[in-house]
T-cell receptor, first 116, second 116 residues
Framework: DAGVIQSPRHEVTEMGQEVTLRCKPI?????LFWYRQTMMRGLELLIY????????DSGMPEDRFSAKMPNASFSTLKIQPSEPRDSAVYFCASSPGGAGARETQYFGPGTRLLVL | GDSVTQMEGPVTLSEEAFLTINCTYTATGYPSLFWYVQYPGEGLQLLLKATKADDKGSNKGFEATYRKETTSFHLEKGSVQVSDSAVYFCALSGKGTGGGADGLTFGKGTHLIIQP
């Protein structure tokens, strides 16, 4: 069975450009999470969805960031306009959604974003 | 808010040495506790977890016991191998109520290097 799929794996863009990161969760999973990893701040939760509904977006750094989950098999994280400080590895994770906080989250390979 | 503190590395050991990576947490309620491992260029993989006090999680020779009285979840392994070289993250999932998934709060990560 395929794991969490993220695209692109690497993205290099210039400051001010729009960036869209994509995620396909594991089939049948009802919860989806976006995390950001940087050397300075470590791993941070940005936003998560249960049954396609955003539950907590308090980790989204600012209005330049937005996330959507139009259906159970697809989510996007968009940065517009991008800035050099957005450079990081962005991870998507999914979990089955039936056992709450006890659940294991399954991580994708990440998208490494560099904003010049 | 919730937080996780773990020893910062790098931690360098010789093969077959005993490993301990300390992890303590601050949380309200009864969180679930996790250890994730990240190999270079990859996403995070669950190593083990414990969902209530005094539970012991174990996998691949690694163990950790959920100690509510000391708010700790230290990772141990009796004899490490070169292949254990990776970054290890302690994490908690906050609500623990069983109702809906919850995002993870991570420690900063401990880089483990095992020398032959």
């Amino acid at each position: 069975d395929a794991g969490v799929i993220q695209s692109p794996r690497h993205e290099v863009t210039e400051m001010g450009q729009e960036v869209t990161l994509r995620c396909k969760p594991i089939s049948g999973h009802n919860s989806l999470f976006w995390y950001r990893q940087t050397m300075m701040r470590g791993l941070e939760l940005l936003i998560y969805f249960n049954n396609n509904v955003p539950i907590d977006d308090s980790g989204m750094p600012e209005d330049r960031f937005s996330a959507k989950m139009p259906n159970a098999s697809f989510s996007t994280l968009k940065i517009q306009p991008s800035e050099p400080r957005d450079s990081a590895v962005y991870f998507c994770a999914s979990s089955p959604g039936g056992a709450g906080a006890r659940e294991t989250q399954y991580f994708g390979p990440g998208t490494r974003l560099l904003v010049l | 808010g919730d937080s996780v503190t773990q020893m910062e590395g790098p931690v360098t050991l010789s093969e077959e040495a005993f490993l301990t990576i300390n992890c303590t947490y601050t949380a309200t309620g009864y969180p679930s506790l996790f250890w994730y491992v990240q190999y270079p260029g990859e996403g995070l993989q669950l190593l083990l977890k414990a969902t209530k006090a005094d539970d012991k999680g174990s996998n691949k020779g690694f163990e950790a016991t959920y100690r509510k009285e000391t708010t700790s979840f230290h990772l141990e392994k009796g004899s490490v191998q070169v292949s254990d070289s990776a970054v290890y993250f302690c994490a908690l999932s906050g609500k623990g109520t069983g109702g809906g998934a919850d995002g993870l709060t991570f420690g900063k990560g401990t880089h483990l290097i095992i020398q032959p």
